[in-house]
């Protein structure tokens, strides 16, 4: 055989198994990089659902804060200021002055507890939003509870023991509210952790 022929033979031999070759390893890298992309996009979807979660966690937990806080500047809105009635005009303008301090400290930390209560709606949201499915039951649960919880700032003779509707035709104590509210932020916790630790 000619050195021709072998020459032939030999560029027609890789031509045959360099272009599938080529192609092969185009199609791996490409298939590579769609695998990589979607990875990316799993974690970048997770760590925003992640970051949501923890979002309605702060909320509720600032929203329970904040309503202790009104409930009580509630209650000290409520004492009975002795100097009022007194007959010393210093008295009488202390008192004056103690009970207006005591209307602000009730209406700021109302204001406080009523936008505590929208970022945790403005949380849940987000989480209806991002996900998980699993999550959003539990979130709006606390949402619910949390607008019940405001009513401890409401007025200045509320007391733990009374009855307030938790639905349409059904009255519980408020003390019910509290416990309510606690066990929800349990149950979030342990549906927002099972979601996570099983991915």
């Not at 032939?8 to 192609?23: D, F, I, K």
């Not at 329970?64 to 500047?73: E, I, L, P, Q, T």
């Not at 010393?88 to 009970?99: H, I, L, N, T, V």
């Not at 619910?144 to 200045?156: E, R, V």
């Amino acid at each position: 055989m000619s050195i021709e022929a072998v020459a032939s033979l030999v560029t027609a031999t890789v031509a045959v198994v360099g272009v599938p070759a080529v192609y092969m390893q185009a199609r791996a890298a490409r298939l590579s990089a769609e695998a990589a992309g979607r990875a990316q996009l799993q974690h970048t979807r997770q760590t925003s659902q992640h970051a949501a979660s923890v979002e309605v966690l702060a909320a509720a937990d600032e929203l329970k804060r904040a309503c202790d806080n009104s409930g009580s500047a509630a209650w000290w809105l409520t004492m009975i200021y002795q100097d009022g009635v007194s007959d010393d005009d210093r008295r009488r303008e202390r008192a004056r002055e103690q009970k207006e301090s005591a209307e602000r400290r009730h209406e700021e930390a109302f204001d406080h507890a009523c936008e505590a209560y929208e970022r945790l709606v403005k949380a849940v949201a987000r989480l209806e939003l991002e996900g998980p499915d699993q999550l959003i039951a539990s979130a709006a649960r606390l949402a619910d509870l949390g607008d019940l919880l405001q009513l401890q700032g409401q007025g200045t003779n509320f007391d733990e023991d009374d009855l307030v509707y938790v639905t349409e035709h059904e009255q519980q104590p408020f003390t019910w509210v509290t416990k309510q509210f606690a066990e929800a932020r349990s149950k979030f916790i342990l549906d927002t952790r099972s979601y996570f630790n099983d991915i």
